[in-house]
């Protein structure tokens, strides 16, 4: 049925989701220009510096990872402990951890080689091997893949001075991106997830912690059921943030960068990770995942111009919403992160937009997840458990 003004209840539809994703991208390119200068902002608010244990799962030789972990052991920090972590005797990055042991000593570094199962999820399990060997009560929690900077310590552990915070978490940006694939991975962590959380940060939303970097005591890690309440969750950062929040405590967000090497030496790895993406989303705020339909809007300018048959409106609202779209990622890439990388890779980001579509459906459609090469089922309420196709010693070797 046509409407006065030419237009069928299908193209007003897409035309409201437009206007709805739009508005979003429009918020994303303003809150870039204010998170530019928060990031000059100082958060310390401690009169002594609590010494801390920072917590860093490995699993395997992954690219950079030499750089990136010694970045851990030259933060500008009076008291720390880097406690280095994996579950397999075997695990090839076990040479380069007793090197970096070896070169700042068992006082600043400890290799930590524990086997622990407290559930599915395989970075949990190392946490959890870790843990024990922690010789601080405030830990800080970063992936091996994360390169930090010389301050991290000093601006993560901070907000923790405020009895009323729970948990602390940074913001990230992927970097190092050497092939096509990574340079997508880049623009879906840096234009993407990066926004929305710029966005869920600026609106007080935030209940939940990034997982790249978190700081908490061990008391409060111990209030919501120690890393044994996580072991089944495939989303353990945001679920750590509902447990936090149930105990009244806040989860602050500080406007700290870390930087996060993408790694992702082919296109099935790459594809594999994108419905990895979508299955968190789906897991941990299934009215996001669904409402992250309305914020392709590339893909939703594209079936209107082809809905209107090319005509000149058709071809109007897609070049708008085209431009819109890229003026908000270059926004966010280049005023809040400094990407220079994500910038030259700008021109990728419509076949990006297009091609999340298919993860998207791939993720409604699959029950399972791969992580770290093993496949788990995973139930409607986002946990996890053993698939019928993975063997037993694979979920053990998982961390």
Wanted: hydrophobic share 50%; net charge neutral; with cysteine.
């Amino acid at each position: 049925m046509d409407t006065h003004l030419g237009l069928r209840a299908s193209e007003l539809a897409i035309l409201l989701c437009l206007a709805v994703g739009g508005a979003c991208w429009s918020c994303a390119l303003v809150c870039a220009f204010f998170f530019r200068r928060r990031r000059t902002e100082s958060a310390f608010r401690f009169d002594a510096l609590p010494p801390v244990t920072l917590l860093k799962p490995v699993y395997g030789l992954e690219k950079a990872l030499r750089e990136n972990l010694r970045t851990a052991c030259l933060q500008r920090y009076p008291e720390y402990q880097v406690v280095l972590s994996v579950q397999r005797r075997d695990d090839p990055a076990i040479p380069l951890l007793r090197e970096l042991e070896q070169e700042f000593g068992a006082a600043r570094v400890s290799v930590v080689i524990e086997t622990v199962v407290v559930g599915m999820n395989g970075k949990i399990n190392n946490l959890a091997g870790a843990l024990p060997h922690a010789r601080h009560d405030i830990i800080v929690i970063s992936d091996s893949d994360v390169r930090l900077a010389p301050d991290f310590l000093r601006q993560i552990v901070a907000p923790l001075a405020d009895p009323s915070v729970g948990a602390v978490s940074s913001f990230f940006r992927a970097t190092s991106a050497d092939n096509c694939f990574e340079r997508l991975e880049l623009l879906g962590l840096n234009a993407d997830q990066f926004a929305m959380a710029l966005l869920a940060s600026a609106t007080g939303s935030v209940d939940f912690c990034f997982g790249v970097s978190t700081a908490l005591s061990q008391r409060t890690l111990a209030q919501i059921g120690g890393f044994e309440a996580l072991g089944d969750t495939l989303v353990e950062d945001t679920e750590m943030g509902r447990r936090i929040g149930a105990l009244g405590k806040r989860v602050r967000a500080i406007p700290h960068v870390v930087d996060v090497t993408v790694d992702l030496p082919s296109a099935r790895a790459w594809a594999s990770k994108q419905v990895y993406w979508e299955k968190n989303a789906l897991a941990a705020v299934p009215k996001l995942f669904a409402a992250g339909f309305v914020l392709r809007i590339i893909p939703l300018g594209l079936v209107f111009a082809t809905l209107r048959g090319w005509d000149s409106f058709g071809a109007l609202v897609l070049a708008a919403a085209t431009l819109l779209r890229l003026a908000s990622a270059a926004a966010v890439l280049g005023i809040a992160l400094g990407d220079r990388e994500g910038l030259q890779a700008l021109w990728l980001l419509p076949l990006k937009d297009l091609l999340s579509l298919v993860w998207a459906a791939r993720a409604l459609a699959s029950k399972t997840v791969v992580w770290r090469g093993v496949e788990l089922a995973l139930g409607h309420d986002g946990r996890l458990a053993k698939s019928a196709e993975t063997a037993p010693s694979s979920t053990e070797q998982s961390s």
